[in-house]
């Protein structure tokens, strides 16, 4: 049982309050890796499994995009590899101390590279990935992560025959499993995609992946295709035209690391538990001491600070967490603000 606790919700989710207010991975990248984002990924972590969850999909260890129209950059820890590699050792350890099966997505990276409805698309040339895009993933496997998520981006780069990376063997097999040399099991897709669904049927997309080494398919939603993919892969293994030993080590790859993480005998969580975690939850100020830690000078462009009363106002403020407490202060000395 898997979730994101990085996710951006759309909407206001009622009851909230129960559970962690999670800041942006932007804002976390800006705080930096130190003692406040390690308790936040332990607390994190420690809510999962109280929670009866088991697996952690994500997040995405993209790099924030160099192009001016991207808009995905809230999704990333920054720029920078170095930094984003090691938010990737601390999140592993956190989750694997508090037994919570690790899965970074997004490889090999460059989906905040996305304008619109294209796709997204890794732009480093392949010769510098491992310095830049592949990084923080080659730093997950070194750390052991068993299992990764490989998304449908476009490498040109890496795949010129341009499939999106979770149809590619050069993605998969050549680079992922050859030249990271990654020996764990591989998620990818989903299948159903936007990209995906306007360049190809789905269900033949899902023989494509397999074939090119992928151990389990994802799905966005459920529908018909699913059912018509798995008839259209059993129907392939005995034509001969998928060799049932793939499926035989995918399965055998699967079963394994379910066993090595205990999740076949794993005790459901205990309901009592859930008015500690509420509470604990509630009076947990780590994401707000982040929040604070993330506010970033980029410019003081025409010496915007200080702010002064008078000159300085109207002050609009923007965030996710803590902006009330901010404005109080703020409205002290400069009357007009808003956010």
């Known amino acids: 049982i898997a979730g994101n606790a990085f996710a951006i919700s759309e909407k206001t989710v009622k009851n ?25 990924f332990d607390t994190i972590a420690s809510n999962l499994e109280h929670m009866g969850l088991n697996t952690h999909f994500g997040p995405s260890l993209t790099l924030s995009s160099s192009i001016t129209q991207a808009s995905n950059t809230l999704n990333t820890f920054g720029s920078d590899p170095n930094h984003t590699a090691a938010m990737a050792g601390s999140l592993l350890k956190s989750f694997y101390q508090n037994d919570i099966l690790w899965m970074p997505s997004g490889f090999p990276g460059g989906e905040a590279n996305r304008i619109g409805n294209s796709p997204a698309t890794m732009l480093t040339p392949g010769t510098h990935f491992l310095q830049r895009d592949g990084l923080p993933y080659l ?45 764990g099991l591989i998620v990818s897709g989903p299948m159903d995609g936007p990209y995906i669904i306007n360049h190809y049927e789905p269900e033949v997309a899902a023989i494509q992946s397999l074939i090119a080494g992928s151990d389990m398919l994802l799905w966005s939603k459920t529908s018909p295709q699913i059912p018509k993919a798995i008839g259209l892969i059993s129907r392939a293994v005995k034509n001969g035209n998928i060799k049932e030993k793939l ?14 993480f205990n999740l076949f005998s794993r005790e459901l969580p205990k309901t009592g538990n859930s008015v500690k975690i509420e509470r604990q939850n509630r009076n947990n100020e780590t994401s707000s001491r982040i929040e604070r830690q993330a506010i970033t000078l980029i410019k003081n462009d025409k010496n915007i600070l200080p702010l002064i009363k008078d000159e300085s106002t109207p002050v609009f403020m923007t965030g996710v967490i803590e902006l009330e407490s901010l404005k109080k202060i703020l409205l002290k000395e400069l009357k007009y603000i808003n956010h």
């Open 16 to 40: 909230a309050h129960r559970f962690l207010q999670v800041p942006s991975m932007l804002s976390l990248g800006a705080a930096t890796n130190n003692e406040t984002t390690t308790e936040l």
């Open 139 to 183: 730093i997950a496997i070194k750390h052991g992560v068993p299992i990764i998520h490989v998304a449908n981006t476009l490498a040109p780069s890496i795949e010129p025959d341009m499939k999106p990376a979770s149809l590619s063997p050069r993605v998969i097999n050549t680079l992922l499993k050859g030249t990271l040399n990654y020996k």
């Open 247 to 260: 499926i035989d080590n995918a399965v055998r790859r699967i079963l394994t690391l379910k066993k090595k």
